[in-house]
């Protein structure tokens, strides 16, 4: 189960982030008390296990979850090279002792198709969310890939968070980060954009951002996409007064 940060503990010596991606990951700030309060949790989806039967040139996987819900297969597939999406993607998969071949500087599907060089020819699999864009799939396909995309998982509502985060709401923090549309689809349910109203909202990714827009909450996103950066800019923002 997602680990939830109480209410019991807060320090208001000084000003407070919730964050709702769904991992906690190892993030520090001198400037914010942080809030871990995963909006999704994932569950594994059955596939078709002849799939791993093929030999492919490229594995690509998109994010933690991906590897994390495909590691019990890692041994079953053949494949030459692995790509990833992503530096914390990509320390997962080198915790597990395997070798990524492919990471793009940029952190995202965009990122990825700008640098990633694919042979017509080449045989791809790629699981991912049942959610996920299908913009790097069909851009393989257009590079004349052949591909094999499973969908390995889908995210799902944290119903364990939805009153610890009514109860940060009410407390006025400085800022609410999100990282993901599923994240904000699952906010949107749980509570009107007017929540929002009076706190900066940090959105990791234009498509992170353009589904709040969707809602009409405006966010501000860092230069890279990581959680790590986005702390960095709020911290800089406050010392700015903003």
């Known amino acids: 189960m997602q680990r939830i940060s109480s209410t019991a503990s807060m320090n208001r010596s000084r ?19 942080l809030h871990h309060v995963p909006l999704i949790t994932t569950e594994r989806l059955s596939f078709d296990a002849s799939l791993l039967e093929d030999e492919y040139d490229w594995l690509v996987l998109t994010s933690r979850n991906a590897v994390e819900h495909f590691l019990p297969y890692m041994d079953s597939v053949k ?7 992503g530096r914390k993607t990509s320390e997962s998969l080198e915790a597990h002792g395997f070798t990524v071949d492919f990471e793009p500087p940029d952190y995202s599907q965009e990122g990825f198709m700008a640098h990633f060089t694919a042979q017509p020819g080449d045989r791809v699999l790629y ?44 407390e006025k923090p400085y800022g609410i980060t999100f990282s993901s549309p599923s994240g904000v689809r699952t906010f949107m349910k749980w509570f009107a954009p007017g929540m929002l109203k009076g706190m900066t909202v940090a959105a990791i990714g234009h ?4 589904a709040l827009e969707e809602y009409g909450v405006s966010s501000i996103q860092p230069a890279k996409e990581t959680v790590e950066d986005m702390i960095l800019m709020l911290e800089e923002r406050i010392d700015r007064g903003v």
């Open 127 to 170: 699981p991912v969310s049942e959610r996920a864009r299908p913009l790097l799939y069909e851009h393989l396909g257009r590079q004349g890939c052949t591909v094999t995309r499973i969908a390995l998982y889908r995210p799902t509502d944290n119903g364990a968070s939805r009153k610890v985060l009514q109860e940060l709401l009410m």
């Open 207 to 210: 498509v992170t951002a353009e």
């Open 79 to 85: 494949f030459d090279r692995l790509a990833s999406i």
């Open 15 to 33: 000003p407070f982030l919730i964050m709702t991606q769904s991992r906690e990951q190892e993030c520090r700030s001198d400037r914010f008390v």
